[in-house]
């Protein structure tokens, strides 16, 4: 698979779904307000680091996500 969006595209696609091989530097589980979890995830690639929040699916991806490596996105 080619890659199509770099780290560096992110802040264009806003809102949108994207889907590509990215690195996972780190995560963290956070609370919104209304006190719902979160992941914050930093993305990396050959372009750069962005932070990404995850509001879907929490349970499940918290468990399956491993800092350090790439995981389609």
Do not use: C, T
């Not at 809102?15 to 006190?35: A, M, S, T, Y």
């Not at 979160?38 to 399956?64: C, K, M, P, T």
């Not at 996500?65 to 790439?70: A, S, Y």
């Amino acid at each position: 698979m080619d890659k199509k969006i770099f780290v560096l595209d992110l802040p264009n696609k806003m809102g949108q779904e994207v889907e590509d091989l990215f690195q996972i530097k780190d995560f963290q589980e956070r609370n919104n307000k209304d006190g719902q979890i979160y992941l914050e995830i930093v993305l990396s690639d050959v372009s750069g680091s962005q932070i990404a929040r995850i509001f879907d699916n929490v349970e499940n991806l918290r468990q399956r996500i491993e800092k350090g490596k790439v995981h389609r996105v």
